[in-house]
């Protein structure tokens, strides 16, 4: 007879005793076991280690605050874009007052200010400015047009046509 050699627990107790300290587990098999206890156990670290959930959210604004709310924040961003506008100008107005001759003003204004389009002159200018002189917007009304050519120039004004005094004078 061969003498018993000792192997450890038999497999089958070893599955026993797993299977008694996993009885929550029995809806797996056992090659799923490891990978759902690594799932369970991560989960309950998430929750332990988590950050406390916050108190109750504020309550959301209702339609009235949320129109008043945005009307403020256009207001105080059109008052700050308007602020610069008029910190411009005295910038502008102090060069000028101290440069008086037109074409350097406007290369050191080239050089010292960016100007972009929003910032320009002609942008803080009402549209009939844009395509009208001063000179033609009192050559229109002047006696010295007859009231048939002024009807005419008036209405290119209002269809946002370029008008110079010049093509007023040579009208006439």
Known sequence: MRPRVDRGPSTRSLS???SRRCAG???FHQSDVRSALSDIIRNKLRRILAPAPQSEAPPKPNKQEQTVAEKQARAAA???VVEQKIE???KLVALRAVTPVQTAFGDIVRHRFVLHA????TEMMPEIFRNVSCHALTEVPSSATSDTERRRFETMIDAGKRVTGAQ???VR
């Open 25 to 27: 587990l029995e809806h």
């Open 168 to 170: 007023i004078i040579r």
């Open 16 to 18: 026993s005793k797993f």
């Open 88 to 90: 411009l100008g005295r």
């Open 78 to 80: 059109t008052a700050r």
């Open 118 to 121: 929003s910032n320009s002159v």
